[in-house]
Nanobody, 128 residues
């Protein structure tokens, strides 16, 4: 079965950085748009970033809230997608979820329901 396993979360001071990883198995990784979403306490899950599957012309989108201080990347040889975030803010505190979907980035960023696969999430806590 498909598994997406996130890692790299933890407690970080405001202004710091971290790198989240998501290891995928049970699917043809190179054919899926990979994404990151997050859900803060009491809030709905929201889009963070996504990267298309095409290795020749990767298409990437970021939420406005993280644009300029986040980088999503993927290593198809390792079936892993990464999210590097710097300049962390208290409002970045959330559970971060990895996603895999057969739709393109523009579709993935606009929805949380209907995503093909989700990881179980990793908690990021930013102390102010």
């Amino acid at each position: 079965q498909v598994q997406l396993v996130e890692s790299g979360g933890g407690l970080v001071q405001a202004g710091g950085s971290l790198r989240l990883s998501c290891a995928a198995s049970g699917l043809t990784f190179s054919r899926y748009t990979m994404g990151w979403f997050r859900q803060a306490p009491g809030k709905e899950r929201e889009f963070v970033a996504a990267i298309s599957w095409n290795p020749n012309t990767y298409y990437i989108e970021y939420a406005d809230s993280v644009k300029g201080r986040s980088t999503i990347s993927r290593d198809n040889a390792k079936n892993t997608v990464y999210l590097h975030m710097n300049g962390l803010k208290h409002e970045d505190t959330a559970v971060y979820y990895c996603s895999a979907d057969h739709y393109g980035v523009n579709v993935v960023r606009s929805r949380t329901k209907g995503i093909d696969y989700w990881g179980k999430g990793t908690l990021v806590t930013v102390s102010s």
